[in-house]
Structure formats: structure tokens, C-alpha cells
């Protein structure tokens, strides 16, 4: 069966399987709820529409699925012999199980929405039409939000928008743009009947659904859309940007005023091992996921000069005077990372236990671990310390999948890319930059389109890195081809020259670094040698096994 509308077809293959002329032999159950009598109540719509908020929960190789798209980007990589690491080195196929199980998950979640938008429109008449609309509203906002997702990572795919008889089943693929009009219409239909209470952070609300519009219409390049979405959202004066950074992605993120989406976990449902994932062996992870030193140069120094052109950079000191989001985001050599200094230098064997008074030296595990981090570098962003020690493979953490600081930079690349430089560009793009706890230098007005736009690229690299948007930035500026190809690499792992580069990288307009030039760069370590075919790693493969079950499918090219 295809399994496109594997879910979508379910209750016709119950009911068919039960049907029968004499009705004496039809039997419903009696003690849970049955396909022929969902909905009957409020209570079984809103059970319904909770079943689509847990499909966000979705952990493919091991990550929140979110996250994990910038493992197969120029900002991360995969450690375990995967689909995702093939993702990344531009091997993928049809029969890949990464990409094949987002078509999968995501035709799922659009499944059950089909079901509850069809069926629950008996209850229209039976309800309190404010809850009947908001129920309804959540709903629709996730197959916005799963479409979203899906045309982007396969282009053209079927829009489904109603249960499927199996007459319907081969459905053939519509074209991008007309499921991107379905996205932005949808957005607009719900949003009236959603609430605008920025402190409910588990629900949908109008913040979710202007941040998914101004999102979803940049990704699309329909500028004004996404300038218009983003500037309702900051006119409504309902977020602003946090004065810290680094909380809100850990457990005080549910209180930010910034966060606008968490997804949400509770110990005995769903728990999740992001901790174990990006941690250290000293602090009880498996260091999974790994940042490239071309990730760490990146970062500017605290005068807002790249590190090539800072008189702040010290090559010897290659994280001191650095941008502080650097640190916030990743965990790098001569840090704390929970109860121990870090360090991955292979003469490294000891290192400083922080966890007692005065802090001892003690055997270092990332020295000489066969598994510890090949990169010499770490994720610190989405972890928080309480974690440690009996929560780091099982925790309840929520996860931020939306912030007002995001929409910030959609607003700010839409009206560049409009020409319309004015001052609120720049009042947004400082208040990311002036924030408290980040505060770098503010950029200054006057700028070109060209200069704006290279500096709004570079700021979403900083801002949001390893949050989910590297992968599709750098396919929405077809800049993939020039940032994946050629080597992955580590940090030095010779002690001569301290470990260090001997000098600084060659920094691009847009943060991107090339290491030419550089005396040492031969030790270097080379995770792999990674490859991008403009031509068609732009799209992923459409699954093979729907191609087989829905002929009216095509596949991608170069597939």
C-alpha cells in the first residue's frame, strides 16, 4: 500500500473489513473510540488534535528531527556510519532511510489532520464554535507546517487535503508553488481563531503561525509575504528579544519571552537523549554530533571584526575575545563542560575536575577515547547541565522550535532582498546583536543591499546556529555547491604550535573560511571529504518504495 495515505486509508480498510449487509453482525466497541463514531465530543477532538502535537516528536538518527538537517550541512556532522552521514556527503538515494523517513513521518502527521478536519466536521454544529475553530485551527496549522517541510525538501509533492477512497490512492505530485499558496492560505484562514498569549509556549498560537508564515515565505523568496508576516508579529509587541541566550534553550527557555514554540516533554511519555548526543565522554555522552573548526572560525571576535582582519584574534588563544554566542553554542577546547575542563588534544591525558574545591587533576577520557570527538569540538546549545548525571540519555527538557529572534532575521532578509533598507533593519538586527548577554558591536546604517545582505547571512549563521536553518540557507542562497564540497575538518592535532592554527583563516564576506594559506593546515584532521552536485543534491530523492506503490509519482532528477 502506499504509505502516503497509509494512515489516511486506515479507517476504510476497518470499516470495510467489518462490513456487511446484516447489520445484526456489525459490532462497534464499546469501551474506546471507533472510527464510525469519532468524533462524538469535544474531549475526542482535542485528544485528536493532541495526537498531531506528538508527532514532533520524531528522532530519526538519533536527534530531534529538526536539528538534525544541519548534521548534513557545512555546520555538523554525524559521527555513526549512517543515512545522515551519507546525506552529508552528497551519497543519498531513494532507498535512503534518512530522507525516506521524513516522507513517511510527515504523510503520517498530514494523515490524521485529513482525518480530524473530515470527521470532525460533525461536531461543527456541537460545539462552542470558538473551540470547535481553535481545535480545528491547530490542526491545520500542522499540515501548513508538515507541507511546508516536505515541499521544500522534495519540491513538488501531492497535496492531500481530504481522506482518500483507495480509488484516489495513485496521486501524482503538484507543483511547488501551488502547495506553498496552500501554506500561506491556510495561515491566513486560522489565524483569527488562535490565541495571542505569548506566555502559553505548548500550543499553537498566533506567534507560531506568522513566525511559520514569515518563514515558509522566505524559504520561497515571496519577500513581501515574509516582511509583512514578520513585521505583524513584531508590531504586536508580544516577544522580544531575551537579555540572555543560552537559557533558552535550556530548561528556562519555557518562561523566555522570546521563545515562541517548545516542543514538549514529560518523564514516562516521551523523553529524549540530546545530552547523550552532544556531550562528552567526562560528562557521560556519546559525542554523537560534531561542529567543524570552519564552524568555530566563523564567529567574529568582540569588535565585530572577522578573526583574519581583528587586531583582538590571538592565534595562540584562538577563543579568547570571540563573539559569545561561540560559546554558547559550542563546547570548545579549554571550556567547562559540566564538571570538567575539555579538552580533546591527543597529549592532553589529564584535565581539571571543576566538581570539587580546589578542582583536582584526573585522567582525561577525550584524550585517547576511540570515540570521543574526532572534530576536537562539541554542541553545547539545546543541553542544560541539570541533566547531568542521571538525565543525560533520558531527559524531559523541552526544545525550542520557534523564536521571536528568528522572525527578526526573516523580516531583516526580506527587506533587503526588497531594497527596502530602512531603520527598522537595522533596529532588528541590533537588537539580536545588542542583547545583554551577546552584545556585539551594532552595525552601523548606510549600508549597500550587497553589504546587507552578506551581513544578515552571516548573523543567521551566528544567531542560529544548529537550529535547524543552515541546511535550507544555504540551499535558499545556492551556496551549497560552493560550502559542502572538499573537506570536513578538525581542529590540529599536533602539539607543535600549542595545537593551534598559526594563523587565522581567510574569512569571506558571509563568515565562510578558507585555510589555503595557513602553514599548518596539513594537521588539520579530516573527518571526510564531503561532495555536492548542484544539479541535483538541491532536492531530495522521492523514496523508491513510492515510486513503486503510486505510479503517477515521478522521481527527482539525477535520481
Not at 556531550?279 to 560534531?290: C, E, F, Q, T
Not at 546587507?452 to 540551499?475: A, C, P, S, T, W
Request: with cysteine.
Amino acid at each position: 500500500m502506499n504509505r502516503i495515505i497509509k494512515y489516511i486509508l486506515l479507517v476504510v480498510l476497518m470499516t470495510s473489513a467489518i462490513s456487511c449487509d446484516d447489520t445484526y453482525l456489525e459490532r462497534l466497541p464499546l469501551d474506546t473510540p471507533s472510527s464510525e463514531t469519532f468524533f462524538t465530543n469535544e474531549t475526542e477532538l482535542t485528544m485528536a488534535v493532541t495526537g498531531v502535537y506528538n508527532r514532533l516528536w520524531f528522532w530519526p538518527q538519533g536527534i530531534a528531527w529538526y536539528l538534525s538537517f544541519d548534521f548534513a550541512s557545512d555546520d555538523g556532522w554525524d559521527r555513526n556510519g549512517s543515512p545522515l552521514q551519507a546525506l552529508g556527503r552528497g551519497e543519498q538515494n531513494p532507498d535512503n532511510g534518512y530522507t525516506n523517513a521524513f516522507w513517511t513521518h510527515f504523510y503520517g502527521a498530514i494523515g490524521r489532520v485529513n482525518f480530524i478536519t473530515t470527521k470532525g466536521a460533525a461536531l461543527e454544529s456541537k460545539m462552542n464554535p470558538a473551540t470547535y475553530n481553535l481545535r480545528m485551527s491547530e490542526a491545520r496549522f500542522f499540515r501548513a507546517f508538515f507541507y511546508a517541510y516536505l515541499s521544500e525538501l522534495y519540491g513538488d509533492v501531492p497535496l492531500i487535503t481530504e481522506m482518500l477512497t483507495l480509488e484516489q490512492s495513485q496521486t501524482p505530485r503538484t507543483p511547488k508553488s501551488e502547495v506553498v499558496d496552500f501554506i500561506l492560505s491556510e495561515l491566513d484562514a486560522i489565524l483569527p481563531h488562535l490565541p495571542d498569549n505569548p506566555v502559553v509556549k505548548d500550543r499553537i498560537g498566533k506567534g507560531a503561525v506568522l513566525a511559520l508564515k514569515s518563514r515558509v515565505a522566505l524559504w520561497n523568496e515571496r519577500w513581501q509575504e515574509a516582511a509583512s508576516a514578520a513585521k505583524q508579529l513584531i508590531d504586536s509587541g508580544k516577544y522580544r528579544v531575551d537579555g540572555q541566550y543560552e537559557s533558552m534553550f535550556t530548561k528556562a527557555g519555557d518562561n523566555s519571552p522570546e521563545v515562541i514554540l517548545r516542543i514538549q516533554y514529560l518523564r514516562g511519555l516521551q523523553t529524549h537523549n540530546i545530552a547523550q548526543n552532544f556531550w562528552s565522554r567526562m560528562a557521560l555522552g556519546h559525542s554523537n554530533k560534531k561542529p567543524p573548526q570552519d564552524f568555530v572560525d566563523t564567529f567574529d571576535c568582540i569588535d565585530g571584526l572577522p578573526i583574519d582582519k581583528s587586531p583582538l584574534y590571538n592565534p595562540q588563544k584562538p577563543f579568547a575575545n570571540r563573539d559569545p554566542r561561540l560559546n554558547y553554542t559550542l563546547v570548545v577546547p579549554q571550556s567547562r563542560l559540566v564538571n570538567h575542563i575539555f579538552e580533546t588534544h591527543p597529549d592532553s591525558t589529564m584535565t581539571w575536575d571543576m566538581s570539587v574545591s580546589p578542582p583536582k587533576r584526573v585522567p582525561n577520557i577525550e584524550a585517547a577515547h576511540a570515540y570521543a570527538s574526532f572534530t576536537g569540538y562539541l554542541f553545547r546549545k539545546h543541553v542544560d547541565v541539570s541533566n547531568y548525571p542521571t538525565d543525560v540519555g533520558s531527559s524531559d527538557q523541552n526544545l525550542t522550535l520557534m523564536r521571536f529572534g528568528e522572525v527578526l532575521l526573516n523580516y531583516i532578509e526580506a527587506k533587503v532582498e526588497l531594497n527596502e533598507i530602512d531603520q527598522s533593519v537595522y533596529d532588528a538586527i541590533n537588537a539580536i546583536r545588542k542583547r545583554p548577554a551577546v552584545n556585539m558591536p551594532p552595525i552601523a546604517g548606510g549600508k549597500t543591499q550587497d553589504q546587507m545582505r552578506n551581513i544578515v547571512r552571516k548573523e543567521r549563521r551566528h544567531e542560529l546556529g544548529m537550529e535547524g536553518f543552515r541546511y535550507f540557507d544555504i540551499r535558499r542562497w545556492r551556496i551549497a555547491e560552493d560550502v559542502m564540497p572538499g573537506p570536513y575538518r578538525g581542529r590540529v592535532n599536533r602539539y607543535s604550535g600549542g595545537g593551534w592554527l598559526n594563523e587565522p583563516p581567510m574569512i569571506d564576506e558571509i563568515g565562510t573560511p578558507s585555510y589555503d594559506h595557513i602553514s599548518n593546515a596539513n594537521q588539520m584532521v579530516i573527518i571526510e571529504t564531503r561532495a555536492f552536485n548542484p544539479n541535483r543534491d538541491y532536492l531530495w530523492p522521492i523514496p523508491r518504495i513510492e515510486l513503486e506503490t503510486n505510479t503517477a509519482l515521478t522521481q527527482n532528477p539525477g535520481y
